[in-house]
């Protein structure tokens, strides 16, 4: 029935991510195919995923290439390439181009020297069945005959005629099973004929076929171990020499024989390595060397210090890096604290590499932090001087900045100033995201934003952030500037600057940063009415007040902005005469399920009640503000809770309106009182009996004189005078202790309710 419904094929291909090819000069695009089937009408009735791959390569690529042309090149005629990755593509393409030479990289160039067998003889094409003979021989003769082979199968020329002969595969296949345990060279000679077919993605299947790879995971894993026997061993000798010349010779001895055989394992261990990453392309094979622990593996060998081995151990780890079982295999295994010691080192692309995995790395915030632990933080800030290295050192202190345990750990380091440096340097250019993002990251440290001040850092921070319009710059600036101490009164000479930026026709981003940075300074010498009359701003506050009138950000920062320049008694006034306050309760109404918003203007109304003038308009001709603020102090979220506790006790405790405080007192102590009668209620039904510890108390829930009558209501009494109560109860006159204690303990209740800390509970239950 579903196929005779079925009338379109649709299929979406979408790129996932750009890399460089590990072992050639080809770029390699990971993608994905979503075919779907539709019926008649367009609906959907079957669908697929498929991941898929596809390498392009780049003869043409040497050093004296054009990168832009090249890339530009590449985009236009590879289509699963979209035009906005022209950057990307360049950049990986600028890599590549000053990349060292790898094995395999085109037809007729030799392969990398991992192994070249002495031999005073000139493989032949046409002797291949010879040297086969020489294979059911001993291992001298099995070591000639492979070593000819492999003459042959460095030119790839001659691949397609070997990969035919089924019977020299299959002969090498079986002496490499058999043998590789009795000769290193044996081993290393035929794992690598077995490489040259692993260079081109077309013979993969052979390699596969012959079960090569599950091969090379045991010859690894078998010379890892016998390379601990090794090192066990001499540090047993070593520790016996100096009592015995004899055995100072006899270690002197193991030293070499030890690098002997160092340096062949290695050959080994590299051509092993590189035939497995070239499998790795398909991700299958991959997830299957993932189950027989590569990861262990490839990192027990970040310990050499042969740097060609840890070029390719670096580049296989940050493949396997960017699935998230491999990284925390990597963390379990202490990968950074390996890889900080190649940071720096003299070879080039071994630093990058090692950057570049850094970089996987650092998404995960354990590995962050254990970056900072081994002291990677001062020496990728030293990286920002170096051309080749800096961008990816750059995005690694961006992830460090975004944890602010770190934060203030970069003044320690040469960071800041060649920060500032590249800011300023980049004249009318834009600033690359990576130098913009940690920097808006750092300002948010106190002693960061001071030595970004230094000097004329803010006076150039500003200068360009104002000509150029840069919201990310004004963002940083605005960082800056919420710190009180030595930063925020820099501030001063900027006011005016900051406040003409406040319109209606400038972009609402950049009026957020810039009003975002005013509402920062809460500077007692700031004259904030000459501000809103010079640069007419009310009208503008008072407008973008109305639900919808903005995006909810900037409307919020026009409520901070309102609640910074009421400190001000002169301005507080201004604002209730201009109706800002009915405005507010406009937006307390649309936004009250939004704590940031209601935390917000409640604090505007704590500020307004310090002035005759607001406070007039607040509790009298707007008595919706004192309601709102009196209900918020039952919300959950605990700012809420502190700014409306304040605002209360304001009328309790100044005695400015009696009424309103014995108004709010008495709500207060019903919400208490509700929640513990509603705890008691409840625990009575669970355990079916109450018992009382006193009698005496029973009328407790009941009494006018003592808690709450069963109407509900507050006696007057008890809130006018608490202490004239009978002597169970008291009230230590403490506003702060009426509204805000609590028991730690179970069976008693919260002082707030009026019993004493030191009492038996009144209750129990059996």
Known sequence: KMQDDARYLKRKVTVDRLDVHPTEKALVIHYEVEASILGE????????????????????????????????????????????????????????????SFPGEGKGQSFHRFYTPALNEEASITRVDEYVELLYEDIPEKIRGSALILQLARNPDNLEELLNNEAALGALARVLREDWKQSVELATIIIYIFFCFSSFSQFHGVVSHYKIGALCMSVVEHELKKHDIWLEDLHKKSKSAPENGSLRKDQGKALRKYQGLLAKQEQLLRVSLYLLLNLAEDTRTELKMRNKNIVTLLVKVLERDDEELLVLVVSFLKKLSIFLENKNDMAEMDTVERLARLVPCDHEDLLNLTLRLLLNLSFDSGLRAKMVEVGLLPKLSALLGDENNRQVAMRILYHISIDDRYKGMFVYTDCIPQLMQMVFENGEEEIEPELISICINLAANIRNAQLMCEGNGLKMLMKRALKMKDCLLMKMIRNISQHDGLTKPLFIDYVGDLAAEIRADEEEEWVLECLGTLANLTLPDLDWELVLREYNLVPYLKDRLKPGSAEDDLILEVVIMIGTVSIDDACAAMLAKSGIIPALIELLNAKQEDDEFVCQIVYVFYQMVFHQATRDVIIKDTPQATHHTQNSVFKKNSRDRFLSNFFTRFFISQEYDEEWGRKIQSEKFRFHNNQWLEMVESRQADDAEVYFYDNDRTDLFYSTDVMTPADGSVSPDFLSNPQAQNGDLHHTGDSNDFFDQTSSSPGRPATAYGFRPDEQPFYQYS
Do not use: F, W
């Open 41 to 100: 009408g367009g609906g959907h009735m079957l669908g697929d995923r498929k991941e898929g791959q596809k390498i392009v390569r780049l003869k043409s690529l040497s050093p004296s290439t054009d990168v832009g042309a090249l890339a530009k090149k590449v985009v236009d005629e590879c289509k699963l390439i979209s035009p906005s990755h022209l950057p990307q593509v360049e950049q990986l393409l600028y890599y590549l181009q000053n990349r060292k």
